[in-house]
């Protein structure tokens, strides 16, 4: 198809809607500045107020006298010419969903084809973010993890929206998310063997939807995964109150508008705007795999999008986006089991330094000989050292039941070797063993083992164990007998803690 005739044919531009059945119309059939009146009858319907425009349809709020109901009903011009026709009331009619418009009746009255909906009282998501209302980071993930799951049901009938943007989202009065407007849906297994080009909204389009209008690619290109894009963007603007990318208002035909923002999108990388709220590495996360230029980055189903949302407003980890930060891992169990698993979470405050606390105790050196005390000899001391060594190795390798009992042989060779009983508090602390991990950190001290990491590990202990005055006061401590070479780690240690403790209820 040539650039003329795709303008002729399509009436859009950048942001404006494309549909292959848009086209010139008869202004006497169809009034473009007035609409039908209030109390016009056409059909079973009694007109009451308009609700929206298109360009060759209306939607009205009208009463349907039969059944004595308020219905939604979109009034759209019958064209002599038109061959291709709209199977968009079959297709509502087929998914039924909870958040998806119900259709409760289809018919030609006239010029105009009548498509019976449910009423929806409350607003558009365009109208939402047209009020420029404060972004809500829980409210947008319900609302996109519901309209996901909406389209993994229409998806598995087959259907694909392929104009998925705020202006086909109404909210009922209680906020609930409905999807609506399936004019330009297609079914998956008819894009196999079409030629036929695919409509929506160039501003939502995937790049591979892009990539069809400009005769780049095949029907074939665009599947469920576009849809999935379309809402990415949908999700990102309702977190921010932006757009990703770097996109002018093209004011050019649609094929020069379409091939230019396919190239953007192909190329340009996600722009989070620095004024929008701080947004979760997790939460970014998900939304940069939505809009993945290629569609094999992204989510491969609606469902596995509503589960990473859904695993992110209940503090789970994420399941098919990466989930980058440790940090938020931790804060997301503290706030998941705030009462029964705060205590492993706080494992986050050693885990990574489980293996790096005593490298003193790799020989006997001179503090080591100090140590040994009493009837202890040498011999004994030297398989305290010994026993220590393989411990750690453990930890290395996370072999904590082991390490625990390498540790505990160590202290049995000499119960003086402080960098021992550090270390078998760190097995312990790793097991779960909080209470036994305190009370080694506790003895290693009393040895004398007065240094910044042991405080801060003990910290995390006594945290584990729910005493957040005397965390405080372990870290408070560390900081101040910190070396220059431990006062990164024991802040490092401090800023996680802090983390833990104000998402902890």
């Known amino acids: 198809m040539t650039s ?30 007035q609409e039908f009146a209030a109390g016009t009858l056409i059909g079973d319907f009694q007109i009451e107020s308009l609700l929206g425009r298109g360009g060759l349809s209306r939607v009205y709020r009208a009463r349907q006298r039969s059944l004595d109901r308020t219905v939604a009903l979109k009034v759209t011009l019958v064209r002599e010419a038109d061959t291709h026709g709209t199977d968009e009331g079959r297709t509502m009619a087929a998914v039924v969903h ?54 993994a049901h229409a998806h598995q009938l087959g259907i694909l929206h392929c104009d998925i943007k705020p202006a086909n989202i109404l909210f009922t009065p209680d906020g609930r998310a409905m999807l609506t407007d399936f004019n330009v849906a297609v079914r998956r297994d008819e894009v196999d063997g079409s030629s036929q080009p695919i409509g929506g909204t160039l501003s939502y389009m995937a790049p591979e939807h892009l990539a069809l209008l400009t005769g780049r690619s095949a029907p074939t290109a665009v599947d469920e995964r576009a849809d999935l894009y379309s809402l990415g963007l949908v999700l990102f603007e309702l977190l921010t109150g932006a757009w990703p990318f770097a996109e002018s208002d093209a004011t050019t035909d649609p094929l020069s508008a379409a091939a230019q923002l396919q190239a953007i999108r192909l190329a340009a990388t996600v722009r989070f705007p620095t004024s929008a709220p701080r947004l979760s590495p997790g939460l970014r996360s998900i939304v940069e795999k939505c809009l993945a230029p290629q569609p094999a980055d992204r989510y491969q189903s609606a469902n596995e999008l509503a589960d990473d949302l859904d695993r992110h407003l209940t503090h789970r980890p994420l399941r098919f986006a990466p989930d980058p930060s440790l940090r938020e891992r931790a804060t997301k169990g503290v706030r998941r089991h705030p009462a029964g698993t705060v205590a492993v979470i ?12 005593e490298s003193n105790s790799l020989a006997l050196t001179d503090t080591g000989r100090a140590a040994v005390n009493g009837p202890t000899s040498v011999t004994a001391a030297r398989r305290a050292v010994e026993w220590d ?22 202290v049995a060779f000499n119960s003086q070797l402080a960098p021992a009983h550090h ?7 790793r097991l779960g063993q909080f209470s036994s991990a305190c009370a080694s950190f506790d003895r290693a001290i009393e040895l004398g083992n007065t240094t910044a990491l042991l405080l801060s590990h003990r910290a995390a202990a006594r945290f584990a164990l729910g005493d957040v005055a005397g965390a405080e006061a372990d870290f408070t401590r560390a900081k101040e007998v910190a070396s220059e070479s431990e006062l990164g780690e024991v802040l490092a240690n401090l800023r996680e803690f802090d983390s833990l403790r104000s998402a902890t209820p």
């Open 4 to 33: 003329a005739s795709l303008s002729q044919t399509w009436t859009a531009l950048r942001g404006m809607h494309v549909t292959p059945r848009d086209g010139a119309c008869d202004a006497d059939s169809l009034p473009l500045d």
């Open 98 to 151: 909870d958040h998806i418009v119900p259709v409760f009746s289809e018919q030609t009255v006239g010029a105009f084809r009548l498509l019976a909906m449910g009423f929806v009282a409350g607003p558009t998501l365009a109208e939402y973010l047209a009020e420029q209302r404060e972004p809500r980071t829980s409210f947008a993930c319900r609302t996109v993890r519901d309209l996901a799951q909406a389209l």
């Open 346 to 357: 706080a494992g986050v405050l050693i885990g990574a330094l489980a293996i790096r606390f």
């Open 389 to 410: 060594r393989r411990g750690r190795e453990r930890l290395a390798n996370r072999r904590f039941e082991d390490a625990l009992h390498c540790f505990d042989q160590a």
């Open 423 to 429: 270390n078998r508090g760190v097995a312990q602390f």
